[in-house]
């Protein structure tokens, strides 16, 4: 395994040893906000980073497992394709957005606009799950995927307002009690049975297995699912009626 101490290297000198390297299996210390860490890698390499990673980290990744030990800026994710983003903290705002395919899970909480413009691309769909809370517009305009939310260990609202606004294809998963009235219009919530929770079940397995988190603990609060309340939920913007 490559062992890379960042403080050692410029932005653009880090950028150029991860980016030019052959190993598979590298690690990043003393990360201090560097940016752009995995951009556009399309290799299935195995990336562990200890500190604070920069803005888009792993954005138009497809392929890489990267495992960080810390918080992370901005745009983690962004528009990924494939891979596996696992973030031992928190992420900052528009985490997974545009994300086509790949999984991101966030220990802790995630800022505003959390999977926003989400897409599922022929057999890709995106998984995201927070182990916190999410911030205002969470969802927002999704066009497929999955967005969960457990609010684990949480000492604010599990979401921001707007929830889910413009959400058209996809669903969004929230844990326990959340406040009604943050969410969007557009959408109908669905309280699961415990049997029904199907898809959120390797989903959940996979979260606690990354975090060391006991599973029994996760599942003894409901989940309420968020889907579009309309097949149609623009209509009204260009036909002057909702269908």
């Known amino acids: 395994m490559t062992v890379l ?13 991860l980016n030019s390297t052959d190993e598979t299996e590298i690690e990043v210390t003393n990360l201090c906000g560097q940016r752009y860490i995995a951009c556009g890698w399309q290799q299935k390499k195995s990336l562990i980073l200890k500190g604070t990673a920069g803005n888009n980290l792993g954005a138009f ?16 994710a962004n528009t990924m394709s494939e891979g596996r983003i696992i ?6 705002d528009i985490a997974g957005y545009a994300m086509r395919g ?11 606009r959390l999977g926003i413009h989400t897409k599922a691309y022929q057999d890709k769909k995106p ?19 999955t967005i969960i939310i457990l609010g684990l260990n949480r000492d604010q609202e599990l979401v921001g307002k707007y929830c889910g606004t413009g959400l058209y ?11 009604v009235n943050n969410l969007a219009s557009g959408v109908q919530a669905e309280v699961m049975e415990s049997g029904q929770l199907g ?12 975090f060391g988190y006991p599973l029994d603990l996760i599942r003894q609060q409901p989940f309420t699912r968020l889907t579009r309340k ?3 939920p623009f209509a009204a913007l260009y036909t002057g009626f909702v269908s």
Do not use: K, W
């Open 127 to 145: 998984l995201i799950v927070v182990g916190g809370t999410a911030g205002a517009f969470a969802g927002e305009y999704m066009a497929g995927g």
């Open 5 to 17: 101490n960042a403080d050692r290297y410029s932005q653009e000198e880090l950028l150029q040893r």
């Open 87 to 92: 973030v031992h903290g928190r992420a900052g």
């Open 102 to 112: 790949g999984e991101l899970f966030i220990r802790d909480d995630a800022g505003y």
């Open 169 to 179: 294809a996809g669903s969004i998963y929230l844990r326990g009690n959340y406040p």
């Open 61 to 76: 990744a497809s392929g890489p497992e990267i495992v960080l030990y810390g918080n992370c800026q901005e745009g983690v």
């Open 230 to 232: 309309r097949d149609r």
């Open 199 to 210: 898809e959120l079940e390797q989903a959940l397995e996979d979260f606690a297995a990354c």
